[in-house]
């Protein structure tokens, strides 16, 4: 029987799902996702994750649990030091499989190689070798493994280049036919936020869906290629040292050079470290400038839906009248 | 140029003794207070970290009293700190508060540009006076290290309330009007003298605790409610984990400094609880607690500033670490609403905590 391996439909699932599916099925693993999230398993999260901690690292509590309930063997919680020269991921993300590990009991094995590319590019055959140690395979049959995966990863990039949404580049990648866009937007609005706020359909209280049936064109940053988001970075003093945070400021200071859409919502979750800084220099280059609509969106578990949607309607209203105008 | 910082409990005696011995005009900021966390919290971003709070309110403050260049650390990540300097200059530049801006942090290419960075401070004085001038900071930073020392222990067996208090303040002024290294080992020796002069009861039993976490909360008086004072006036000895002069010999000097004690003991320690570095300071909190249980502590003390990322990590993981130690751990989160007096209550409950626990381990083992 194959060994069932738990990816947390979390954190780093919008990025590297196609790739850590691949991999370790190519290494003869069963993957297992978590069920999509439900209002229970960011409860369970709440209530094993100390209050002072982000949104996005609570839920991943909640998502860890419900793949504990599914039996898996293993729970895959890579500790992502680095996926970039000289750029970091968040302090949280760092310790997040020791906060698991100290919290939550009677949990299945956690597979928590580190994954440091700070230096060297090179240095993630070190992870592949010890993720297939870990299930009992060889470093050839692991490197082969991974490099496939890492092939899966480009096609996945290419689909999302191409303006699909995460889950849609997945089941594309799946072998599911692609939907065709819907034409009558007569508004291009740009949802800049880290991939696992705004594509959680829970969480994000489905905003993307939301302004798509009220006839709105969608961006977001992973829609860009990276030499897009580093020219939008250049904008900054300094090169910003996380790399999700430098994605979603380039992003959103890409799409407001270009003139690219009409308006920019910023999306960041509660007690999000780099979001309390970069959201502030977004915002502050945005608004200088004072020649795009901007609003920025708090999640956190209280949020209701109502504000939301409030919010966004008037929002969209602002930016028809804006257009009337001029 | 009038060269300012931001305020860090006494890390202003260690950096105007080094500016001004290579001649160059300081304003520090007026010390920490109401008005300048106010001022701080009115402009910066509502769940940054209380630091970047009081940095900008420093500034501003320090504007008023004629400051132009802001001499700032940075770093390179993960935790926010990296990022602090160039956040601050925006808000400032928004605010019309014009002040050129020099950020020592490690170059991005090579070393080159950190001395560029240093220049634009040291303007064209030679490199070996530089360096002597950054051995008077640190020997300043020493000194001031050992006085505070020397009061978490004569606090809690004062025979007149608050004779610490007075005895520190003098010896701080000793050192820090210290202009030259001759001037400041006579200094050392008067501040030395001035702390020996507090009359204590030498046999009253004191509670030993730790304080450990954030390095900015642990330092600075202000943002922590005066912590220290308030624990030693409940007849507690504290220990911190974090002295300045141990930190810029770690950090600064890559532990150029052979002897001293390093926060390479919390590291080593800190495994299998956090095997990982999470940025900040977080590895070494972990690592301090288990280092503090060992060492026979009551109890420890973990102070951070709300939202900081690598602390919040570490807080997650201290229950699992004060259960296999036996070591009682209390966390204090420091924001812009934390008054002393509900942080004096809750120091209280765990004096009492773990006078109860003393009391109950002598019954037992008499």
């Not at chain 2, 930190?247 to 150029?256: E, P, Y």
Request: net charge neutral; hydrophobic share 40%.
């Amino acid at each position: 029987m194959p060994v069932r391996v738990g990816i947390p439909r979390a954190l780093f699932y919008y990025y590297y799902f196609p790739l850590w599916k691949e991999f370790l099925e190519q290494l003869g693993a069963e993957v297992v996702v978590s069920d999509r999230t439900t209002k229970e398993i960011l409860t369970r999260g709440l209530e094993h994750c100390v209050d002072e901690a982000c949104l996005p690292i609570k839920l991943a509590f909640g998502h860890v649990q419900n793949l504990a309930d599914k039996g898996v063997d293993i729970i895959f919680l890579p500790r992502i030091v680095s996926v970039a020269k000289q750029e970091y991921i968040c302090p949280k993300f760092l310790g997040f499989p020791d906060m698991v590990r100290q919290n939550i009991k009677n949990l299945p094995m956690i597979m928590d190689t580190n994954i440091n590319l700070r230096k060297r590019k090179s240095d993630a055959g070190i992870f592949a070798r010890e993720v297939g140690t870990a299930i009992g395979k060889g470093s050839v049959k692991s490197r082969l493994a991974f490099w496939q995966g890492q092939y899966k990863h480009k096609g996945y990039l290419r689909l999302l280049e191409q303006g699909l949404l995460p889950d849609e580049a997945i089941s594309v990648l799946d072998g599911k036919e692609r939907k065709d866009k819907v034409s009558d937007t007569d508004l291009t609005v740009a949802v800049i936020g880290h991939p696992y706020n705004i594509y959680d359909p829970f969480i994000s209280m489905n905003i993307i869906n939301r302004l798509k049936n009220l006839g709105v064109q969608v961006l977001t940053a992973d829609n860009l290629t990276e030499q897009m988001i580093n020219q939008g970075v250049k904008q900054l003093p300094k090169k910003l040292f996380w790399t999700l945070s430098r994605r979603v400021t380039g992003g959103a200071l890409y799409y407001h050079e270009k003139g690219m859409v009409d308006g920019i919502i910023h999306v960041a979750a509660f007690a999000c470290g780099p979001d309390s800084m970069t959201g502030e220099l977004i915002e502050r280059f945005i608004r200088r400038e004072g020649k795009m609509p901007f609003m920025n969106i708090n999640l956190d578990e209280h949020t209701g839906e109502a504000g939301i949607v409030t919010r966004v309607e008037a929002f969209l209203d602002m930016m028809r009248w804006r257009r009337a105008i001029v | 140029m009038k060269v300012t910082f931001p305020h860090m409990g006494y890390m202003y005696i260690s950096l105007k003794g080094m500016l001004e011995y290579l001649g160059i005009e300081v304003v520090p900021p007026p010390p920490c207070s109401k008005r300048t966390l106010n001022l701080g919290v009115k402009h910066c971003p509502e769940f940054a970290c209380l630091p970047l709070k009081l940095n900008v309110g420093n500034f501003i403050e320090a504007r008023e009293i004629g400051a132009d260049t802001i001499m700032m650390a940075g770093g390179c990540g993960p935790c926010r700190f990296g990022y602090y300097a160039y956040v601050e200059n925006e808000i400032l530049k928004d605010l019309q508060v014009h002040f050129n801006l020099v950020v020592l942090e490690p170059p991005e290419k090579h070393i080159g540009e950190l001395l560029g960075r240093i220049k634009k401070i040291t303007g064209n004085q030679p490199w070996v006076k530089v360096i002597k001038a950054l051995r008077f900071g640190y020997l300043k930073a020493r000194a001031v290290d050992q006085v505070e020392k020397s009061s978490f222990q004569k606090r809690p067996r004062e025979l007149i309330r608050g004779a610490t208090d007075r005895a520190l303040k003098q010896a701080i002024h000793e050192i820090d009007s210290a202009q030259t290294p001759q001037e400041l080992t006579t200094a050392e020796e008067k501040s030395r003298e001035i702390m020996e002069s507090i009359s204590i009861d030498i046999n009253r039993p004191v509670l030993k605790v730790a304080l450990i976490g954030e390095i900015y909360t642990l330092l600075e008086p202000f943002a922590n409610g005066n912590i220290e004072r308030h624990l030693g006036n409940l007849g507690v000895e504290v220990d911190r984990s974090m002295m300045l002069s141990e930190w810029i010999n770690d950090h600064l000097f890559m532990g150029l400094i052979r002897n001293a004690p390093s926060s390479k003991r919390f590291i080593k320690v800190a495994s299998p609880y956090l095997n990982h570095f999470v940025g900040g300071h977080g590895q070494e909190t972990i690592g301090a607690a288990v280092w503090y249980g060992q060492q026979g502590f009551d109890g420890a003390l973990q102070i951070l500033p709300f939202t900081c990322m690598p602390e919040i990590v570490a807080q997650s993981i201290l229950p699992s670490v004060s259960g296999d130690t036996g070591l009682p751990v209390m966390t204090l989160i420091m924001d812009e609403h934390s008054g002393e007096a509900g942080m004096v209550t809750r120091l209280e409950a765990f004096v009492d905590l773990l006078q109860r626990r003393n009391e109950q381990k002598e019954a037992l083992t008499s």
